[in-house]
């Protein structure tokens, strides 16, 4: 069996069309989105393969390109608890924080089709979360008109577990997916999650799952769509 969680350093685990870099700690977000502009262009110049990549960020807001302060922030940008990055990913905004998975994904699409289509690489991605949430006997699901993966809380009420947000260039994919195992859902308050209102957050632990961040990690190589 393949060994994903090496300790001492980001681990890369390779095959011919994919790798799966696992990171441990909190990887800081500049450095995060240094790594992967490069890999882009790697990837653009048949330099690399398509990676997955494991990491947790320290506490932080990004926003997307869709994002509108006035409605996506509870308080002054000056005011928030956190730092708060601009991506240039498509979405608004959202929390990136300690317990955490966050899933990003630089994939050539043209390697998935010969004729590459976002909309079927978010549901693809969509898919991936349902499935490994689905191995944990959690039902998940999309909600018509709404991006992201939900989940019924303890008293029937709709909560997302997991946010997508992706940048495409060249036809290759990077960002791409946050999922609640166990992080602090009080950072939320400061904003309006992905700018959707009336609907709240929730994560794993709260919906009773009392696994390892690394037994996620090796429920999502199981699950994942892009076979190596």
């Not at 790594?35 to 393969?49: G, L, N, Q």
């Not at 998975?101 to 909309?119: A, E, G």
């Amino acid at each position: 069996m393949l060994n994903l969680f090496k300790k001492t350093t980001s681990s890369f685990i390779p095959s011919s069309q994919l790798c799966w870099k696992i990171s441990p700690g909190l990887v800081p977000y500049e450095e995060a989105l240094f790594f992967m502009e490069k890999y882009v262009e790697d990837i653009y110049k048949k330099k690399k393969p398509g990676c997955i990549w494991l990491l947790e960020h320290p506490s932080l807001y990004t926003y997307g390109t869709s994002s509108n302060f006035q409605e996506d922030l509870c308080l002054l940008p000056n005011d928030l608890p956190f730092p708060l990055y601009e991506t240039g990913r498509g979405g608004r905004i959202t929390y990136h924080g300690p317990g955490q998975r966050i899933i990003y994904c630089m994939i050539d699409l043209k390697t998935l089709s010969p004729l590459p289509d976002l909309k079927a690489f978010v549901n693809l991605l969509e898919t991936w979360i349902i499935d490994t949430l689905k191995e944990l006997k959690i039902e998940a699901f999309r909600q018509e008109g709404l991006i992201g993966i939900w989940v019924k809380g303890r008293d029937e009420k709709i909560l997302k577990i997991a946010a997508l947000g992706i940048r495409v260039r060249h036809w290759i994919s990077f960002h791409g997916i946050s999922l609640n195992i166990d992080p602090d859902l009080s950072h939320y308050n400061s904003i309006v999650p992905c700018g959707i209102q009336n609907f709240g957050v929730t994560s794993l632990r709260e919906l009773g799952y009392k696994g390892t961040i690394k037994d996620i990690d090796y429920i999502l190589k199981k699950t994942c769509p892009f076979k190596t």
